[in-house]
């Protein structure tokens, strides 16, 4: 079980402080017993229900649609056409002018002329219910032409490749180029220079809760309240302002409880803007629920990079460059606002990060395909950029008979070298990669490990141990989005209210989808007020109720969410500490507030209990003094501007078995840094659960496309998700580097186990199967490819035996 | 089209104690017959084709996937769901432990988990937490990576031998 950890608190280290204790969630009774409030559970008066008819090929041309007979069927209420839709919604353009080059070609609601993907909606029915609706839907004619689709990213830049996008010229969406140090300077002066290629499976995230939106236009008052499950809620509402041609005002985003989101539900997605307008076009609600079948083809895919790698090293283990050139197929267009070149970016601006290696060449192109959209799902680039470093620097110590552990030990940034830079400019404010590693060998006995390893193989049992050291950007400021022009809050807010009774009211723009803000705000409120934690309640994931902010991405609810919400809080007991100078007649720099009471700040001795402050601010202002006028209410905001990110760093292991192909896990170790944690249950759930994505990712996950572009496994008996039975247990250990930037030195902890997991494990895959000169770098490792890996290792190995 | 899939059944069902006379669809499923009939949106749908387990209910105390059973099988049949299981109590101490232990995330293959974990701990009483895992392995989370779930389920059933001590 999880135990409270230590916290090096000193502002936050009030009486009663709940920071840091891993108090339950106050959320969790309702949901264990199925009272939640997800948007596939909403019903509205005179709700109708949309199905959409989607391409089934990957690129075709639209030539006649036939609505007349699915409009006639049983209860249906409209049948809509892309270009029909196209009249009320415009189209959008996904890119950000701080991706110099980035471009993509106007994308609608949808398909109007020509359906550029498998599963892109090309004409919508309408109906009482879902299952008339999808009647009806059979009965829509659509006339086709297919088109030549491009599916190879390898090929997709090619002078004979049509050009998905004529407009655009080629098939090019972005490029970056970048050298830092003099690499080639470097590789030329190495003792030794190591060259693979890797790739990464074309993945999804599969939240439980299939994408979900309820749009209700209402005439009456001109408004359009849109029911989402969405990261971010004042995103989602200047998007449909700027495409629905309504005012910001008129337009609410609510969002209550989400199954599910890892990234995939912070995009603007084509059905759900169709749904909005649907409901704009019929002037009533309309509920869109994604089946498992449109997920796979339609919620974003991620990954699907192919990297060349290299690195150069010297015989006592000192690295002495980076390579890489990373190819990425993100569909036919850049999803928007958030676009589809950041994954790549990131994979060139974190690439060798852990390490002091200053030489770094780096090429990342970014190609369009007819296939399903790609865009940030949970951490964007990291385990791509982590698992190209770590499997690098694993070759190199292999090549000149190093531990891995060693040639860690020599190359990672020292823990007293903060603040520095990286070779691609990132600013590190404080990291601990030493004390991480450290930790973590002593976590797992390290040595104990190698011995059994050493001992099973001479059994003929191939066990291996791998590592991942790591860095994950969390609590970005505007250099994400708001600089490249989109209407993306960077700063969260908290409005922080004490009622009557001396219970507390916050309302932040930081958003819940399972991980626990809202536990966490709570925790920081009730400390900084100084109330007791069941005296605190959350409002979340309204736009007319809550301040304007982000949402949740990018690790930033907690450390940007949290920290607004601990100003605000503080701000409110300054606030009823100046009420109850005035009440008693007392120096406010003698009183606190403290379990929800004004204390003397010295003694702790009871002065007045909040309710009877709150009675007389309320309800008896006249006994205050002349002038003075009480605010029980208090907002701030915040947005991190010492550092354009919070890094945070970790070291994963991962100890694991082949057997017949098959891998099994035998455990998995995590030590991570994400600063002050404010609750540790919290921190270490979400390091286990992004683990397990991430080990999703590494073994199993796979969108497998073919030839035509027609996805493979659209469907969830032959998607594989990670089951109980094939997870490890997960050990979770911490160091503590907390960001000066705030006062609560949290940074981001929900992104940084998906970060690391695939690294570890194919390092461990790759060592336990060194015995038959195996190495394995295309992920997912399947049975078959590992098999044939190891097929193809022994033939060679005879091979040479022969000559 | 679809006639047969169509045609209207009449069923008796005992949902969480109550008796339901209803007619429905040859083609309705237990789980859109639960949530969108009887307003008891704790069953989830999760894929509609058995490989998940959000939906995960109980038909004659066995847990059966409601995406997979038909009303019209369910003629005669007594029902539990989430929202039986909860105010009967029967679960409540598993329920606690999921939240102290925080064994869900999003909450949404919560109830289906639930459900299963406990037609386990029905028939044993202290299963290693390998068989723990092998038991909930129909049943998908994609946000705990299932640690605490086993751990929740483990603390449960420790507690009950306690108790029945």
């Known amino acids: 079980m999880t135990r409270d950890v230590p916290s090096p608190l000193t502002a936050l280290d009030r009486p009663n402080s709940y920071i840091g204790r891993s108090v339950p969630r106050p959320n969790l009774a309702r949901l264990t017993e199925g009272r939640g409030e997800y948007v596939s559970d909403l019903v509205l008066p005179r709700m109708v229900h949309v199905v959409y008819v989607r391409s089934p090929h990957a690129h075709a041309e639209i030539r006649a649609i036939d609505v007349s007979a699915a409009k006639k069927a049983k209860g249906v209420v409209a049948v809509v056409t892309g270009a029909e839709m196209a009249e009320v919604c415009t189209p959008w353009v996904g890119v950000l002018t701080h991706m110099v080059g980035l471009k993509s070609a106007p994308q609608h609601p949808m398909a109007v002329t020509r359906a550029c993907w498998q599963g892109e909606a090309v004409v919508a029915v309408i109906a009482r219910t879902r299952a008339l609706a999808e009647d009806a839907a059979e009965l829509v004619e659509i006339d086709y032409a297919p088109l030549p689709p491009v599916t190879d990213m390898s090929t997709a830049l090619d002078p004979e490749t049509p050009v998905i996008h004529e407009s655009l010229g080629d098939n090019l969406a972005f490029e970056r180029n970048y050298t830092g140090g003099d690499p080639a300077a470097a590789f030329a002066a190495s003792d030794h220079v190591i060259e693979t290629d890797f790739s990464f499976g074309r993945h999804t995230g599969v939240t439980l809760e299939p994408r979900a939106m309820v749009a209700d236009f209402n005439p009456g008052t001109g408004r359009l309240t849109a029911y989402l499950g969405t990261q971010a809620p004042h995103m989602i509402q200047n998007i449909l302002s700027i495409h629905l041609g309504m005012p910001e005002s008129d337009i609410r985003v609510v969002c209550k409880d989400v199954g599910g989101s890892f990234g995939i539900k912070v995009h603007v997605y084509a059905d759900e803007m169709a749904t909005a307008t649907l409901s704009k076009m019929l002037k009533r609600p309309v509920k869109f629920v994604a089946d498992r079948l449109e997920s796979f083809l339609t919620d974003i895919h991620a990954r699907d990079h192919r990297v060349k790698g290299k690195i150069g090293v010297m015989k006592d283990g000192t690295i002495t460059a980076f390579e890489i050139d990373d190819l990425t197929g993100i569909g036919p267009y850049s999803v928007y606002p958030r676009t589809s070149a950041v994954e790549a970016n990131q994979v060139v601006n974190l690439t060798g990060g852990p390490y002091i290696c200053m030489n770094y060449k780096a090429r990342a192109r970014v190609v369009f395909q007819n296939k399903n959209v790609t865009c940030q799902y949970r951490a964007v680039g990291h385990p791509i950029a982590t698992a190209v470093t770590e499997g690098l620097v694993d070759l190199a110590a292999q090549r000149i008979g190093m531990d891995p552990v060693e040639i860690r030990r020599k190359n990672l940034i020292k823990d007293d070298a903060y603040p520095c830079n990286s070779a691609t400019g990132l600013k590190f404010e404080s990291l601990s990669h030493h004390a991480a590693l450290n930790k973590l060998l002593g976590m797992m006995d390290y040595e104990k490990l190698r011995a059994e390893q050493a001992e099973l193989r001479k059994k003929g049992i191939h066990r291996g141990i791998g590592f991942a050291s790591f860095i994950e950007i969390t609590n970005p400021g505007a250099a994400f989005y708001g600089v490249g022009g989109a209407r993306i809050s960077s700063q969260d807010g908290a409005v922080v209210r004490l009622d009557a009774t001396g219970a507390v009211t916050c309302q932040t723009s930081a958003t819940e989808q399972g991980q626990g803000t809202e536990a966490v705000i709570a925790q920081v409120v009730a400390t900084s007020v100084g109330v007791s934690l069941d005296r605190v309640r959350i409002i979340s994931g309204d736009t007319d109720q809550t301040p304007y902010g982000g949402g949740t991405w990018a690790s930033r609810a907690a450390g940007i969410g949290g920290e607004a919400a601990w100003q605000a809080g503080k701000a409110l007991r300054e606030n009823i500490v100046a009420v109850a100078a005035a009440i008693l007649q007392a120096d406010p720099k003698s009183l606190d507030v403290r379990e929800g009471a004004v204390v003397d700040a010295d003694t702790g001795r009871e002065r007045i209990a909040l309710p009877e402050l709150g009675r007389i601010v309320y309800f008896r202002p006249d006994t205050l003094p002349t002038g003075f006028q009480a605010e029980l209410m208090a907002v701030r905001h915040y947005v991190p501007r010492g550092y354009p990110f919070a890094f945070t760093n970790g070291i994963q292991a991962s100890y694991l078995e082949v057997e017949d192909g098959f891998v099994k896990l035998l455990g998995h170790w995590v030590v991570e840094d994400c600063g002050t944690i404010l609750n540790p249950q919290l921190v270490d759930e979400q390091v286990r659960g992004g683990v397990v994505q991430g080990l999703g990712g590494a073994l199993f996950e796979h969108c497998v496309y073919d030839a035509d572009g027609q996805m493979q496994n659209a469907n969830m008996a032959d998607y594989l998700v990670p089951m109980a039975c094939e997870m490890p247990d997960i050990q979770v250990g911490h160091v503590v580097s907390p960001t000066a930037d705030s006062e609560l030195g949290a940074k981001g902890a929900g992104e940084a186990g998906t970060a690391g997991a695939p690294g570890a494990v194919m390092n461990a895959i790759n060592d336990a199967l060194s015995p038959f000169g195996v190495t394995l770098t295309h992920m997912p490792f399947t049975p078959d490819r590992i098999l044939t890996a190891m097929r193809e290792a022994e033939r060679r190995q005879k091979r040479q035996a022969a000559e | ?165």
Not at chain 2, 49 to 62: D, F, I, K, N, Y
Not at chain 2, 99 to 125: D, F, H, K, W
């Open chain 2, 1 to 165: 089209m679809n006639g047969d899939l169509e045609t209207v059944f009449d069923v008796t069902l005992t949902v969480n104690g109550v008796e339901h006379s209803e007619s429905v669809e040859a083609r309705r499923h237990l789980a859109d017959f639960l949530r969108e009939d009887l307003g008891l949106t704790g069953t989830h749908i999760g894929c509609e084709h058995g490989v998940c387990g959000a939906c995960t209910v109980r038909m004659e105390g066995e847990i059966v996937r409601a995406c997979l059973t038909l009303t019209v099988q369910c003629d005669g049949k007594r029902i539990e769901t989430i929202e039986g299981l909860s105010d009967s109590g029967e679960i409540a101490d598993l329920q606690e432990a999921f939240r102290t232990r925080n064994a869900l995330q999003c909450g949404y293959c919560t109830p289906g988990m639930l459900i299963a974990a406990s037609a386990l701990m029905a028939v044993e009483p202290m299963p290693s937490r390998e068989e723990i895992r092998d038991h909930i392995s129909g049943n998908y989370c994609r946000c705990t990576g299932y640690q605490a779930i086993v751990d929740a389920v483990e603390t449960t059933l420790r507690a009950r031998a306690e108790a029945a001590r």
